[in-house]
């Protein structure tokens, strides 16, 4: 079983700027992928960004150019970096560890707590 804690999230202004983090209990964290979600009142949780245990990333297109996802495996902690927010950013963001064991068609997927992110003026 695989905790996640995140933490970051608050209350910034429009055009401002949070990083939040993610922090693993896995030792062995550098073989996940590892996603950020978000999910805003009244709508379904969506993917934000995601980044392999290769370093390859992908973001949703609503946040391409504003937003950086990172990891740092020695640290078990992966990141979010937003940049220019808006006030559709508002959410409840989730870390996201993710691995499939292809040997035995095995799937292991976690879930954080959540931490709000409000943007607002």
């Known amino acids: 079983q695989v905790q996640l804690m995140e933490s970051g999230g608050g209350l910034v202004q429009p055009g401002g700027s949070l990083r939040l983090s993610c922090a693993a209990s896995?030792?062995?964290?550098?073989?996940?992928?590892m996603a950020w979600y978000r999910q805003a009142p009244g709508k379904q949780r969506d993917l934000v960004a995601s980044?392999?245990?290769?370093?390859?990333?992908n973001y949703a297109d609503s946040v391409k150019g504003r937003f950086t996802i990172s990891r740092d495996n020695a640290k078990n902690t992966v990141y979010l970096q937003m940049n220019s927010l808006k006030p559709e950013d508002t959410a409840v963001y989730y870390c996201?560890?993710?691995?499939?064991?292809?040997?035995?068609?095995?799937?292991?997927?976690?879930w954080g707590q959540g931490t709000q992110v409000t943007v607002s003026s």
């Open positions: 996201n560890a993710d691995r499939y064991v292809h040997l035995i068609g095995q799937r292991y997927n976690y």
């Open positions: 896995e030792s062995r964290f550098s073989i996940y992928t």
């Open positions: 980044i392999t245990s290769g370093g390859s990333t």
